[in-house]
């Protein structure tokens, strides 16, 4: 297959906003996206997802962060999880996740669909959880994640 470069997977995640990420937020990360130094890639990429979950008949990637963001609860509110969450690369990371997901789900669940069997993806700083911090939430549109297939086949 072709190869895999920083502006093509800029280009998938930046084409499909929605979900927990706005347009013009996906055109910034997109803009960090390319600016990755990575060569092109062909074949594998290895990584471990901490939990994959059921619940109500929705799957569900979660994975534990320890970062430490600061000493108060309000560290860990919504805008710092998502300075976080680009800062150090995990939306790529839980985007990569949610295609593996998403192949394994259509390969293993009869009658599969994004949208009604993917409850989404949930990053758990665990130092700063409760009362509404500490838990960033997605779920991407399945236009992204089928864009990132056609991409990544």
């Known amino acids: 297959g072709e190869a895999i470069t920083a502006d093509a997977l800029a280009r998938a995640l930046a084409a499909h906003p929605g979900g927990a990420l706005d347009a013009a937020w996906l055109d910034a990360y ?8 990575f060569r092109p890639l062909r074949g594998f990429l290895t990584g471990a997802m901490d939990l994959v979950a059921r ?7 979660v994975d534990w962060k320890s970062n430490h963001l600061g000493p108060r609860r309000g560290d860990y509110a919504p805008a710092s999880l998502v300075a976080e969450m680009t800062d150090a690369h995990y939306v790529l990371q839980y985007h990569l996740y949610a295609l593996a997901l998403h192949r ?13 069997h993917v409850g989404g993806v949930a990053y758990v700083f665990l130092r700063g959880v409760g009362d509404g911090t500490g838990v960033f939430v997605d779920r991407p549109p399945a236009a992204r994640i089928d864009a990132l297939d056609r991409l990544f086949r």
């Open 30 to 37: 997109a803009a960090r996206v390319r600016a990755l130094g």
């Open 55 to 61: 619940q109500d008949g929705r799957w569900w990637l």
């Open 104 to 116: 394994w789900l259509a390969w293993r669940v009869p009658g599969y669909a994004w949208d009604t």
